[in-house]
């Protein structure tokens, strides 16, 4: 089983910075890709940025350019780093990881808002 803390969150006006941590414990040898994922109130969990171990990312076209994910390998941790934040951007993001053995797992979330 793997575990996923995911720490950054908070409140920034628009144009801001904010940058999103999750560590991951566990059988953290079984991990693939590692990803965020987003839910605004009212609206359904979306894809941010995902990256596979090899280091291939992949963005949602609303934070391309704006957005960068990365990963440290031996921190089993992955980064999700968000430049000019704009108030659509406001949701819960999530961690998620892929393993080998197909089996996906989430973080418990992290509030962003963006004023504006």
């Known amino acids: 089983q793997v575990h996923l803390v995911e720490s950054g969150g908070g409140l920034v006006q628009a144009g801001g910075s904010l940058r999103l941590s999750c560590a991951a414990s566990?059988?953290?040898?079984?991990?693939?890709?590692m990803g965020w994922y987003r839910q605004a109130p009212g609206k359904q969990r979306e894809l941010v940025a995902t990256?596979?171990?090899?280091?291939?990312?992949n963005y949602a076209h609303s934070v391309t350019g704006r957005f960068t994910i990365s990963r440290d390998n031996a921190k089993n941790t992955v980064y999700l780093q968000m430049n000019s934040l704009k108030p659509e951007d406001t949701a819960v993001y999530y961690c998620?990881?892929?393993?080998?053995?197909?089996?996906?797992?989430w973080g418990q979330g992290t509030q962003v808002t963006v004023s504006s």
């Open positions: 998620n990881v892929n393993c080998w053995d197909s089996l996906v797992y």
């Open positions: 990256i596979t171990s090899g280091g291939s990312t």
């Open positions: 566990g059988a953290t040898f079984s991990i693939d890709a």
